[in-house]
């Protein structure tokens, strides 16, 4: 399947129906007077948050939701159906924002919640309703309302605990494939992961979800590469694991280089807790991985962790590592995600 995350939509509800001009003939019933019932209410459009869901490649082939309108009243006081909601299904993470690309409609965070996008126009009042003790034969009902209509962007932000950041090649996907049952692509050539990836974590009978996410390069602000749109999905994550590749010309270098673009990108990234590992350390030399260690431990200003997700030395330590950070993040400022009532 592919994977798309971000989707143009149009979304129209249903105008109501209209109301009925009717009177009452029935033999022997001299003033029937009249029955003219309203119109129904024209359909709503929701969106919903469903399980199962992990792109938005659905909306790449149907772009156009329209709900039915509301039936017509008819004689003997019978008002109109209501006309048949639409429902946009999308994974958890979705966020639903007007045409502007800016204004925040809605946050999906929770499977099962529902918003509605667009309400359903009312019917029309049929000539009954009009029956007055002055007017006692009304001629005229009422049209239905029309309906609302919209231009909405859907954008989809993986929600996941921690997040995997670097260069290409920097070992993430290696990484994500030894610790959890994901299978990613995994190959000796810069770019390899195209989309990001989410995995489940388990270590010491606890479980995290870690989200694999395309590497960057320099530049990648600017759109040089793969650019910055993956480091939407990092957003949410409450933690980064920053993998720097070991066999790199100079890791210190490396990791200087992803930070830079991090904080171009903005959003809180740069302000993300994050641990930072010297990733391949199974391919250099004690000479090497020393040198290395050295110049990152400069950069970053502690002593980073080494990793070989090959041979799996440190990795538990740097999933432990996680957890904790994980941990003092939600103590200093627990996540709360209020979502938007129409």
């Given at each position: ?13 249903g105008?109501?129906?209209?109301g ?8 022997f ?20 948050c ?16 329209k ?25 958890a ?31 029309g ?8 003790s002055?007017?006692?034969?009304p ?26 950041v ?7 996907s ?15 050539y ?11 974590v ?7 979800v870690?989200?694999?996410?395309p ?13 910055d ?7 949410r ?106």
């Amino acid at each position: 399947m592919k994977f798309l995350d971000e989707a143009k939509v149009y979304v129209r509800s249903g105008d109501g129906g209209a109301g009925c001009v009717s009177f009452r003939r029935e033999k022997f019933i001299e003033f029937g007077g009249p029955d003219g019932g309203d119109g129904g209410r024209g359909g709503d459009v929701w969106v919903e948050c469903v399980e199962g869901l992990n792109t938005l490649i659905d909306y790449r082939y149907q772009q156009h939701f329209k709900a039915r309108k509301g039936e017509h009243g008819s004689g003997r006081n019978r008002a109109g159906g209501k006309g048949e909601d639409v429902i946009l299904k999308v994974p958890a993470g979705t966020e639903i924002l007007s045409e502007d690309r800016e204004t925040l409609i809605a946050d999906m965070t929770t499977v099962g919640q529902r918003v509605r996008l667009a309400k359903g126009g009312n019917g029309g009042f049929g000539n009954a309703y009009f029956t007055t003790s002055t007017n006692r034969a009304p001629r005229h009902a009422n049209p239905g309302l029309e309906g609302e209509e919209h231009w909405l962007w859907l954008r989809l932000k993986l929600i996941a605990d921690a997040g995997l950041v670097g260069l290409p090649n920097a070992g993430k996907s290696t990484f994500l494939a030894t610790v959890t049952a994901a299978k990613p692509k995994i190959a000796d050539y810069p770019f390899t992961t195209l989309h990001p990836g989410l995995g489940v974590v388990r270590v010491d009978t606890r479980e995290f979800v870690l989200a694999d996410i395309p590497g960057l390069i320099e530049g990648a602000h600017e759109g040089i590469g793969l650019g910055d749109k993956f480091l939407a999905h990092v957003e949410r994550c409450r933690v980064l694991l920053h993998l720097v590749e070991g066999t790199s010309e100079d890791a210190g270098a490396a990791y200087r280089l992803v930070r830079t673009e991090l904080e171009a990108y903005g959003q809180g990234l740069e302000e993300k807790p994050e641990v930072v590992a010297l990733s391949k350390a199974d391919t250099l030399d004690p000479e090497t991985l020393a040198l290395q260690l050295e110049r990152l431990e400069a950069e970053t200003g502690h002593r980073p962790l080494v990793l070989s997700s090959a041979t799996r030395q440190g990795v538990t330590e740097a999933l432990r590592a996680l957890m904790a950070r994980m941990d003092e993040a939600a103590a200093e400022a627990p996540v709360e995600r209020v979502a938007w009532q129409p």
